[in-house]
């Protein structure tokens, strides 16, 4: 279970992959769930699953065809859910800014 | 011409690089191949691309990276050791290659460490031969050859010495310009494609490479000076010979190598050197002598390079050396079988190995007295 924060990058590269990807489709899938917000670059990407990989947060398929699908593991989901879980109680904690915010 | 060459930044010049092979592909030439210091362009037509360097810990980049890199655009143009170059056609929206700089960063951190040790390992290596090189001859000796191989070959060492000093600056920008990157990504900004402040380093850079081109081009011009002629076609020069000390006699060759007698002329940017090597056969036997002399810009500088010669004197060692004095000749010295003496700015070392029964009063009175006439 990752204890130190996860980087934006990582967070939206787990999320991606509830549905296994390979690493372009991974690319627009994260612009997709993020709405645009998140562009991530080929070399940033490459950068994050290998050490995701090395973490065993995810794994990469034996190779069927020239292009390597990524899965998410059980220690990978569960790596994601402990950083919804703290975004959640952090979004929480600041509700008291909701009224600021919106003024 | 369909190809091009033209020199490149340094290694580690990431965004300098970028920038020159933009506005080559611009120009209509696209890098074709990047080699130690020259990248090699071939002819195409103008075109707006954007080039980007990536650095791996390992030779060649995995494939399935290269592959992601395919897909998202940016095609793979040519790698020199753990540089890789890439291509992308310039306003279509292709993704960059690291959008996160703090994770770039880390790549920067391992070169930067491999590039300082790599840096210390050569400074290390160099400073232990100078070392071994002192130990063998002795620091005395070794410091004698260095100052007598400078005044031979000035040009020669003038561009070791500026090319050694080009070779550390460029090290060493390069070790200060990985940490400012390295500290510029850790902060979380991205590398900065501007273009900045070149102008003192190229200014520097191309001193230092003209300087080098220079004294290769006068010592390249001081070789062609070298002459030799046999004994009797000889110029008038500053070289005693046998007959002058009454040593006549039918020429002869070296014994060892069957070399003929012969005098030469060489120069470097300090001095003039003449040599002169004769054989004889004289009625009492076999006389040989070599003479160098140095004849320099000035006297302090022959006085300075004096102890040079006595230091690496082939036969007897600078103790062994008695020093004389003798009317004509500012300083004189002799050994049993060698003499070094300065007049003025000229410098003589002689090496005279006369047949027994040659009649010399003192070999070493005849020596001088003949260099002083000159």
């Known amino acids: 279970m990752s204890q130190q924060p996860m980087t934006e990058a990582m967070y939206y590269i787990l999320l991606a992959l509830l549905e296994p990807s390979h690493g372009y489709g991974l690319m627009q899938h994260i612009r997709e769930i993020s709405g645009g917000r998140m562009e991530i670059g080929p070399g940033t990407l490459y950068g994050v699953l290998t050490r995701m990989k090395a973490e065993g947060l995810i794994v990469q398929d034996a190779e069927q065809s020239r292009r390597k699908t990524y899965h998410i593991t059980d220690a990978g989901r569960d790596a994601l859910a402990e950083e919804y879980r703290r975004i959640k109680n952090m979004l929480r904690d600041g509700a008291v800014l909701e009224r600021e915010v919106e003024e | 011409m369909n190809t091009r060459l033209r020199f490149h930044h340094g290694e580690y010049d990431i965004c300098a690089n970028e920038a020159l092979y933009a506005s080559m592909a611009a120009n209509g030439w696209q890098l074709a191949r990047r080699g130690a210091y020259l990248s090699r362009f071939k002819r195409a037509e103008p075109e707006q691309r954007l080039y980007r360097i990536e650095y791996s810990t390992e030779a060649a980049l995995p494939e399935d990276q290269l592959e992601l890199y395919a897909e998202c655009g940016w095609a793979h143009v040519c790698s020199r050791g753990i540089l890789h170059i890439f291509t992308a056609p310039s306003g279509r929206g292709i993704p960059e290659i690291h959008t996160d700089p703090k994770l770039q960063a880390p790549i920067l951190k391992r070169l930067r460490r491999r590039h300082i040790i790599?840096?210390?390992?050569?400074l290390i290596v160099i400073a232990l031969s100078v070392l071994f090189i002192a130990a063998l001859s002795g620091p005395g000796e070794a410091r004698a050859e260095l100052a007598l191989g400078f005044y031979g070959a000035t040009a020669l060492c003038c561009f070791y010495i500026t090319l050694f000093i080009l070779l550390i600056y460029s090290a060493i920008r390069e070790s200060v310009q990985l940490t400012l990157l390295y500290r510029r990504l850790n902060r979380?900004?991205?590398?900065?494609?501007?273009?900045?402040?070149?102008?003192?380093?190229?200014?520097?850079?191309g001193a230092m490479l003209?300087?080098?081109?220079?004294?290769?081009?006068?010592?390249?011009?001081?070789?062609?000076?070298?002459?030799?002629?046999?004994?009797?076609a000889a110029p008038e020069n500053p070289c005693i010979s046998l007959t002058e000390l009454g040593l006549a006699g039918k020429q002869s060759t070296n014994p060892v190598?069957?070399?003929?007698?012969?005098?030469?002329?060489?120069?470097?940017?300090?001095?003039?050197y003449w040599s002169s090597d004769e054989y004889v056969e004289t009625e009492d036997g076999f006389a040989s002598m070599?003479?160098?002399?140095?004849?320099?810009?000035?006297?302090?500088?022959?006085?300075?390079l004096l102890p040079a010669l006595l230091e690496t004197a082939i036969l007897a060692s600078a103790e062994g050396f008695e020093e004389k004095s003798f009317p004509g000749l500012d300083e004189a010295y002799s050994a049993e079988l060698e003499y070094v003496a300065r007049s003025g700015s000229t410098l003589w070392y002689v090496t005279l190995l006369a047949p027994e029964g040659a009649g010399f009063a003192d070999k070493a009175e005849s020596v001088f007295s003949a260099l002083a006439a000159k």
Do not use: M
């Not at chain 2, 790599?118 to 050569?122: A, D, E, M």
């Not at chain 2, 003209?210 to 009797?232: G, I, M, R, T, Y």
């Open chain 2, 257 to 272: 190598n069957n070399d003929d007698s012969c005098v030469t002329y060489d120069r470097s940017l300090l001095l003039e």
């Open chain 2, 118 to 122: 790599s840096l210390l390992v050569s």
């Open chain 2, 290 to 304: 070599y003479v160098h002399c140095y004849v320099l810009k000035g006297e302090d500088a022959a006085a300075r």
């Open chain 2, 210 to 232: 003209s300087a080098c081109a220079v004294f290769l081009l006068l010592f390249v011009f001081q070789l062609s000076c070298h002459e030799k002629w046999a004994p009797d």
């Open chain 2, 188 to 205: 979380g900004e991205p590398l900065d494609r501007s273009g900045g402040r070149r102008l003192p380093h190229r200014i520097l850079r």
